[in-house]
């Protein structure tokens, strides 16, 4: 033990003020909300502690890049909740997902991955694990055959899918997703963040390890960003070799946030699912709208799939216009309620127009070769009341009957693996 720094009295101001303003209290109560451990750096009673715990030795904290008291009690929520042995937080989902990738393959590995996935997770794949020696063959997961020639056609690595795709609301079969991965020696990982672990578990249906952008639904407020990951004791662990060596670390404050969201993920859930299945229903009936995809209703293709593994049909629903690729943009300028933003997973309703932003790069072609029909609207169903909601998304719909869209080649006709 070092000895009360009394000894060293009596000092000038600086050192006074330093040590007067960094006085921990000692609470005898236990406060209800997990504090906030705003701090880089925890000090060790001697020289031995701190080196144990920096070295792993001993459980504790030296440094907030490598482990931190409030982003340590989220970590352990989301495991928990996800059904796993540990979990690991990041300062962002796609954080979460390069971790996970980088840890679990190298250069020379090969993955296996769903066609219909999260854009920036897309070009992580094509862009810096490519140029790392990490390629990736995508197929259509709903095609279990595929994945199996896939998997089969050479060795490789992993099988990583998302539980609901993004724009396309494609259901992946986790339980026989698992099965054809492992049958072929590869890692089954999961993307949860459409669903949330309150909608579905993908640990529990056979996945090896689950990611989420917690920035989503478990935030649920669009005012934090976050990423989680869970998944075997190992596995975590080796994830957070990789993130504490490259540093994209969860904020106290962000863990914080994000614990307050996950205490009410449950009632948000289902009151996004509930108004999600509202306005999906009412959608169907429109004749403006060629196809609606929407995990909760009887129409969708993966209908037996969704009913297996999701607790709710969650707050994404995608839909097409029959107008086409320009009356997306006039349609979602003919709305007064949801926000002009790119996100998902929040209190506000938020519509995005695919084939003009996340998918802009793709040509028509390219559009129906992942399922996105031209006027394809995904939205993400808020908190607000469902009648209001409803009648935002009549008027949008009645303002571009009324408004010539613009000129546009003929709309495609639906491909296999389109939605609705
Ligand atoms: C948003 C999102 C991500 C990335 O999360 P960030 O927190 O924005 O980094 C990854 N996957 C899916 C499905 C997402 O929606």
């Known amino acids: 033990m070092r000895p009360d720094d009394s000894r060293t009295a009596p000092r000038g101001f600086s050192t006074r003020a330093i040590r007067a303003a960094s006085r921990i209290p000692a ?13 880089a750096t925890f000090a060790a009673a001697d020289a031995d502690e701190l080196a144990d715990v920096t070295a792993g030795r001993r459980h504790g904290y030296a440094y907030s890049r490598l482990d931190n008291p409030t982003t340590a009690v989220l970590a352990d929520a989301y495991a928990e909740l996800a059904g796993a042995e540990a979990g690991y937080t990041f300062a962002t989902g796609m954080a979460a997902i390069h971790a996970t990738l980088v840890t679990l393959a190298s250069a020379g590995d090969r993955l296996v991955a769903t066609s219909t996935m999260y854009g920036s997770t897309r070009s992580l794949l094509e862009g810096v ?16 055959a595929a994945v199996d020639a896939a998997l089969a056609a050479e060795p490789a690595r992993m099988l990583y899918a998302e539980t609901i795709s993004n724009p396309t609301m494609i259901v992946a079969d986790h339980v026989a997703l698992a099965e054809l991965a492992h049958r072929h020696g590869a890692r089954y990982v999961v993307d949860n963040t459409f669903a949330s672990p309150y909608v579905c578990r993908p640990l529990e249906l056979g996945a090896d390890v689950v990611v989420e952008s917690a920035t989503k639904f478990i935030g649920g407020h669009s005012d934090v960003m976050g990423g989680v990951v869970a998944g075997d004791r190992a596995t975590v662990a080796a994830v957070r070799a990789t993130q504490v060596d490259t540093g994209a670390t969860l904020a106290p404050l962000a863990a914080f946030l994000l614990l307050r969201g996950l205490q009410t993920l449950a009632v948000r859930m289902d009151r996004h699912s509930a108004t999600a299945l509202a306005l999906a229903t009412w959608l169907e009936g429109r004749p403006d709208v060629r196809s609606v995809a929407y995990p909760g209703l009887a129409s969708h293709p993966q209908r037996a799939v969704a009913a297996r593994q999701l607790r709710a049909g969650g707050g994404m629903l995608a839909f097409d216009l029959a107008a086409g690729r320009g009356a997306g943009p006039a349609f979602i300028d003919a709305l007064a309620l949801p926000e002009l933003t790119a996100s998902l997973g929040s209190v506000h309703t938020m519509v995005v127009h695919p084939p003009s932003t996340s998918h ?7 559009l129906a070769a992942a399922g996105i029909g ?3 609207l995904r939205c993400s169903i808020g908190l607000e009341d469902a009648e209001d909601l409803i009648a935002d998304f009549g008027g949008a719909l009645d303002a571009i009957r009324t408004t010539p869209a613009p000129s546009e080649a003929p709309a495609l006709t639906a491909p296999a693996g389109s939605i609705g």
């Open 27 to 39: 609470v005898d109560q236990t406060p209800t909300a997990v504090p906030i451990y705003q701090a």
């Open 129 to 144: 694990l490519a140029r790392l020696g990490i390629r990736t063959t995508f197929v259509d997961i709903r095609d279990h």
């Open 360 to 366: 802009r790069q793709l040509d028509e072609a390219g």
């Open 374 to 376: 031209p006027g394809l």
